[in-house]
């Protein structure tokens, strides 16, 4: 079958943004202006869960307003197919934005117009930054009481270190919002309704447009005031991408054409030269048009944007896979989702065409797969398709090998195409099923769950037998158990949280140690000196054979290396993993008979047990970054707060009417915070946190921690 859609014509983009920003309005928008659907639902119209909104279609979505993960739907606009990624906003679901921008092409930042940059729009910033993926950002809201443009712009250079580029300068604002002004059309687009099929007037920019406007706001005149200053910045700006428009405009002093500076704008946006902003309100349904038309001119087909990376067993890079029907497939499992379908695969397809029926390589696990059902994905609704192209997003039925960031390719050129990274767990619970005669169906529940999310762990207690599950905050770990019950039939319950400790050593220590055992017959005998010293935070461990003269012999090093491995899991205060320490084995002994890989290990584990209460051994704590948002009026209350959790406040930022505190606070501090916080602040204010850093416990709190510990043991 031939391609329907030029690959030219494609654009996979992601809506992105902190919690609450409107990505999901924005999605919904974008579904009716391009003709997929012919109602808007708004969030706050499904809390009695008797409708959704398209992307947020989970009870969990619905009754919380929030959006938990991410959903895949697509449209039509000006004949161009996009590929849209709605993606959570809270700091839980990051795992959600980590993937999709993963395999996507471009992104639309959505921030609000009165909160500017918050703390979550900063993580997935730095995670596009991570994955080279252009960006657009439109300032929504722009209709909210304190809203304001030129803010939003200013925290956008200052706390995302970007280079912003205002194509739109807002026409009012709060409940006077009109419109935009287009600084490449240098046209104003003027809206009368609030409808969902209002039209907006074009006007002509005139030097009575803000009294014609009613514009009497000090912010709302500056903005129009600006026009001129902003539209000379985005020429000059634009230009840069194109040394001969440069030169002509020099020459000539003619202004380039609306085409002219597109192109350019194009080409920065796809470089990340610089960032477009845009305006509007998308509750209002103002702007959601020209997203989409910017969407459609300034963000990349697949073709524009680097080819993907291969890379080898090891994950260093070995060459490149181009986006291109000709070229062998190849594709990359981005997710993996229990569905009403059974076990759906989604990928993102990079090279070649899949077609119903193909068996393909996971050439990550070396495993054969066979392609049965295909499907592409609108939100919950699957439609069955025979093929899949380079550029596409679909869902694959029912694989058995596969796991996400696994790669699928053509058996005859295979690739491991560039992995994904994932963030490390912070928090622990112990979960068991509500009924004994369920546990069965409990853990395969549970392993489908993990299966799915790699930001969630699963691991046994080898002290009391509990089924431990790791993840990212309270919220993560409450909705997986939540959605056991809605997709799987069984129900859990969660222990008290735990906090994800490590521990670390303080001072270099040298110790010699002797696995001697002698019981009739062949006897056991190994010997290693090993140097155990402190690295810095966040290198982890590192393993280095310093042995001369065959002391050890080469064959038992690696089985020294393991012992170490699997004993720092176990660590000499707490129990706690230990990081960032390096083993130096200097020096070690032998016998012909009695040594083999199984004395050395031991001999190696038993060396780390007894050497490391020598190393000045301390407990590590995460601590998050939290910024609270709080009237005026509870400032004082809410710093003391912080300060008693043994918080360090880092700073305090206007946000809008409210005051953002900046601080960072152990982790194990704020199980709970939300209630103690409401109550505080008459339930004005609230917070968000993410992971920032593990730093060292103090001692009196370890001495509580490890006298826990052992009194569970």
Known sequence: MPRQTPLSDIRNIGIIAHVDAGKTTTTERILYYTGRKHTIIDVHETKDLKTSTTTDYMEQEQKRGITIQSAAVSAFWREKKINVIDTPGHVDFTIEVNRSLRVLDGAVVVF??????????????????????????????????????????????????????????????????????????MKAYVWFSDDKDAKWETWEITDDLAQKLNLTVKEDLDNVASIPALRAELVDTALEQD?????????SGEEPSAAVLRACLRKGTITSAFTPVLCGSSYKNKGVCQVLDAV????????????????????????????????????????????????????????????????????????????????????????????????DIIALVSLQETETGDTLCDASAPVILERMRFPDPVISVSVEPKTKGEQEKFSIALGKMVRADPSLRLETDRETGQTILRGMGELHLEVTLDRMRTEFGVEGNMGKPQVAYRETITKPVEYTYTHKKQTGGSGQFAEVKIVFAPRERGEGFEFLDET????????????????????????????????????????????DVDSNALTFEIAAKACFREALPKAGPILL???????????????????????????????????????AVEANVPLNEMFGYIGQLRGMTSGRASYTMEFSHYEPVPRNVTDEIVAGRNKAA
């Open 621 to 659: 704590e995460p601590v998050m970054k939290v910024e609270i948002v709080t009237p005026d009026d509870y400032l004082g209350d809410v710093i003391g707060d912080v300060n008693r959790r043994r918080g360090t406040v880092l700073g305090q930022l206007e946000r809008g009417s409210n005051i």
């Open 243 to 251: 040394d001969a428009a440069m030169e002509a405009y020099l020459e």
């Open 296 to 391: 459609v001119d300034l963000l990349p087909a697949p073709t524009d944007v680097e080819a993907i990376k291969t890379v080898d067993e090891d994950g260093n890079p070995n060459g490149e896979r181009l986006s291109s029907d000709d070229a062998p497939f190849s594709a990359l499992a981005f997710k993996v989702l229990n569905d009403t379908y059974g076990s759906m695969t989604f990928v993102r397809v990079y090279s070649g065409v899949l077609t119903k029926g193909m068996s393909i390589l996971n050439s990550t696990r070396g495993k054969r797969e066979k392609i049965g059902r295909m499907v592409e994905m609108y939100a919950k609704d699957a439609n069955p398709i025979e093929e899949a192209r380079a550029g």
């Open 548 to 591: 001369v003269g065959g002391t050890v012999p080469r064959e038992y090093v690696p089985s020294v290396k393991k012992g170490l491995e699997m004993q720092k899991e176990d660590g000499v205060l707490a129990g706690y993993p230990t990081v960032d320490f390096s083993a130096r084995l200097v020096d070690g002994k032998y016998h």
């Open 112 to 185: 609000d117009g009165v909160a500017g940059v918050e703390p979550q729009s900063e993580t997935n910033w730095r995670l596009a930054d991570n994955y080279n993926v252009p960006r657009i950002c439109y300032v929504n809201k722009m209709d909210r009481s304190g809203a304001n443009f030129q803010r939003c712009v200013s925290m956008i250079k200052t706390r995302l270190n970007a280079r912003p580029v205002c194509i739109q300068v807002p026409l009012g604002s709060e409940d006077n919002f009109r419109g935009m002004v287009d600084l490449v059309e």
